[in-house]
């Protein structure tokens, strides 16, 4: 199994900045695509940004310019750049991988850290 622990959410203020993390942890896999969704309303998730293993990234519109997403293929560990953040923004944000292990790809998901946008 591969767990993943998510850090750096919180309260900010409009125009304000936060980094999530997220760590993978695990034995015997290989990640192919790491990433961030968050809660939209009635229960969905919402794509904000992943990238792949070789680096390629993609972006909710909603995000553009404004998020960034990096990763650490060593530390197995997936960052979410927020800057400007806005209201709309606030929810539940969840990390996202999907791993291979013994040749079969599972996709993974975080328990989730809560931003708050809010003056």
């Known amino acids: 199994q591969v767990q993943l622990v998510e850090t750096g959410g919180g309260l900010v203020q409009p125009g304000g900045s936060l980094r999530l993390s997220c760590a993978a942890s695990g034995s015997s896999f290989s990640i192919n695509t790491m990433g961030w969704y968050r809660q939209a309303p009635w229960n969905r998730r919402e794509l904000v940004a992943t990238?792949?293993?070789?680096?390629?990234?993609n972006y909710a519109d909603s995000v553009k310019g404004r998020f960034t997403i990096s990763r650490d293929n060593i530390k197995n560990t997936v960052y979410l750049q927020m800057n400007n953040l806005k209201p709309e923004d606030t929810t539940v944000y969840y990390c996202y991988c999907n791993a291979r292990q013994a040749g079969y790809a599972y996709n993974y998901w975080g328990q989730g850290t809560q931003v708050t946008v809010s003056s």
């Open positions: 990238v792949t293993s070789d680096g390629a990234t």
